[in-house]
C-alpha cells in the first residue's frame, strides 16, 4: 500500500509511521509535514533514509502542493494527523486551528475525491464529546455521544470530523474516523502534560498545574493508539467511528505526584497556577466497538508505559532539550507567566 501520513513529523504521526514500517514492511510512506513548531524532524532520522519512506515539506491548506503528490504517489491510504494540537494555544490564538484543522482537512479530502483513494481516515480525539462531571464515574463517551465542545481546538476537530461524514454521504468518499484519549510516549512535544512535568522536574523547576489538578484524562500508551488506527485501516467499517480508549482515568494531580515519585523529586515542586478557561472536568472513553468489531485492546499497563516513558525522556535529553531551550521558552514564559507561575 501506498500511505500518505499527515503530521508525521509530530508525536503520534511519528510513532505511527515506525510502527507500520516495522509491521508492513512492504508498505511505502509518503509523510507531509509543513514542521510548524510541534514538527521535528531529526525524529524522523531512523527511516529518512529507507527506500520506502518519502517526506515532503508541505502544508496540507496548500491544495496545489497536495494534489502535486496524488499525482506523483498514487497514494492508496490517506492517514490525517496534522493538526495544531494544544488546547492552551487555541485559546490564546484559534485561526490557525481553525485553517489548519478544518480548511486542511477538506483540501486532504478534495484530492481524495479527485483522484481516488482506497480510504481516508481522519484522526480525531474524544475531546469531541465535551467532558463528563466528576461526580457521574458511570458516564463514558460512546460514538454516537453528541459532540459538544469546549475549546477553540476541540471545536476545529469537531468540525473536521463533521465535514469528513458530509464527504462520505455526500460523494461516497470511503472515510474512517478515530477518537482517541490523551496518549503519552516518546516524542511528546514538552508543552503537554506529562512531557512537561519530566522536563521540568528534571531541571527541579516548579511544576505547574491547572487548578486543582483534579481534571480526569484516560491515558493511553501511543503505540497502542498507532495499533488501533492499523486495525481500522486493515478491518475497519467504511463510514464509522471508532472511539479509542485505554480504561485509564487518572487524575492530573497524581499524574504529577507519580511524576515526582519516579524522579525522585519533592513534591514541593508542585505549583498551582490559574486554571484553563474552560477547563474540560472528565474524558472517559468506552472503547467496547473497536473491541468487539475489531478485536483491539490496549496492551501497554500504565505503569509500564510511564515509566518507559520517563525512561525515554532521560535517555533522549538531546531531542527535548534542543526544543525546551529554543524558541519555545518565549512560549513557556508568556504562557505561564499570565498564568502566575
Ligand atoms: P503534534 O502537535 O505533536 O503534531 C502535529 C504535527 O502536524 C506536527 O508535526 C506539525 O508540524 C504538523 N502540522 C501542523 N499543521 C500542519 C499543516 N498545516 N500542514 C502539514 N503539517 C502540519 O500532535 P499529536 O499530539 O501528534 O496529534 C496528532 C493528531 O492526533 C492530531 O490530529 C490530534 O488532534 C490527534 N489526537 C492527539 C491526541 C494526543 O493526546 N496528543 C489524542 C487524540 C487525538
Ligand atoms: O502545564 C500544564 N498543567 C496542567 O495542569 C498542562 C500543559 C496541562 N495541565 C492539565 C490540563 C489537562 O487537564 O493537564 C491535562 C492534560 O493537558 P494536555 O497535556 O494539554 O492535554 P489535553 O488538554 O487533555 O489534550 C490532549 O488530549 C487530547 C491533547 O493535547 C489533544 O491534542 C488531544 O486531542
Known amino acids: 500500500m501506498n500511505i500518505i501520513v499527515t503530521g508525521g513529523a509530530g508525536f503520534i504521526g511519528s510513532n505511527f509511521i515506525f510502527y507500520v514500517l516495522k509491521k508492513h514492511p512492504k508498505d511505502r510512506i509518503i509523510c507531509l509535514d509543513c514542521l510548524t513548531y510541534a514538527g521535528n524532524l531529526s525524529t524522523l532520522a531512523p527511516v529518512m533514509n529507507q527506500p520506502n519512506f518519502r517526506f515532503v515539506k508541505l502544508d496540507i491548506c496548500d491544495r496545489q502542493g497536495v494534489y ?56 480525531s480525539t474524544d475531546e469531541v464529546y465535551g467532558d463528563l462531571p466528576l461526580d457521574r464515574p458511570d458516564l463514558f463517551f460512546h460514538e454516537d455521544t453528541p459532540i459538544h465542545t469546549s475549546s477553540p481546538y476541540s471545536t476545529s476537530k469537531a468540525s473536521a470530523d463533521l465535514l469528513v461524514m458530509a464527504y462520505h454521504r455526500t460523494y461516497g468518499l470511503p472515510v474512517t474516523v478515530s477518537r482517541c484519549s490523551n496518549n503519552y510516549g516518546p516524542y511528546q512535544f514538552p508543552e503537554k502534560l506529562i512531557p512537561l512535568m519530566i522536563a521540568n522536574a528534571l531541571a527541579d523547576k516548579p511544576l505547574p498545574v491547572y487548578g486543582e489538578g483534579l481534571n480526569v484524562r484516560d491515558w493511553l500508551y501511543v503505540e497502542d493508539h498507532c495499533k488501533a488506527i492499523d486495525m481500522i485501516l486493515h478491518n475497519g467499517t467504511v463510514g464509522e467511528v471508532y472511539n479509542i ?59 509500564d508505559g510511564i515509566r518507559l516513558t520517563i525512561q525515554w525522556y532521560l535517555d533522549n535529553r538531546k531531542w527535548w532539550e534542543n526544543i525546551v531551550n529554543g524558541e519555545y521558552q518565549n512560549y513557556y514564559n508568556e504562557m505561564y507567566g499570565k498564568k502566575g507561575l
Open 68 to 123: 502535486k503528490i496524488f499525482e506523483e504517489e498514487h497514494p492508496d491510504v490517506v492517514v490525517n494527523f496534522a493538526a495544531e494540537s494544544h488546547v492552551d494555544r487555541s485559546i490564546e490564538n484559534p485561526e490557525i486551528f481553525l485553517q489548519t484543522n478544518i480548511i486542511g482537512t477538506s483540501v486532504l479530502m478534495d484530492a481524495c475525491r479527485k483522484y481516488g483513494i482506497r480510504r481516508y481516515h481522519q484522526v
Open 245 to 303: 480508549g485505554g480504561h485509564n482515568e487518572m487524575k492530573n494531580i497524581d499524574i504529577v505526584k507519580l511524576i515526582c515519585k519516579y524522579l525522585q523529586k519533592p513534591e514541593s515542586l508542585i505549583e498551582h497556577v490559574q486554571d484553563r478557561k474552560g477547563h474540560d472536568m472528565r474524558y472517559a472513553i468506552d472503547p467496547t466497538k473497536i473491541h468487539d468489531e475489531l478485536g483491539w485492546l490496549p496492551e501497554t499497563m500504565f505503569k
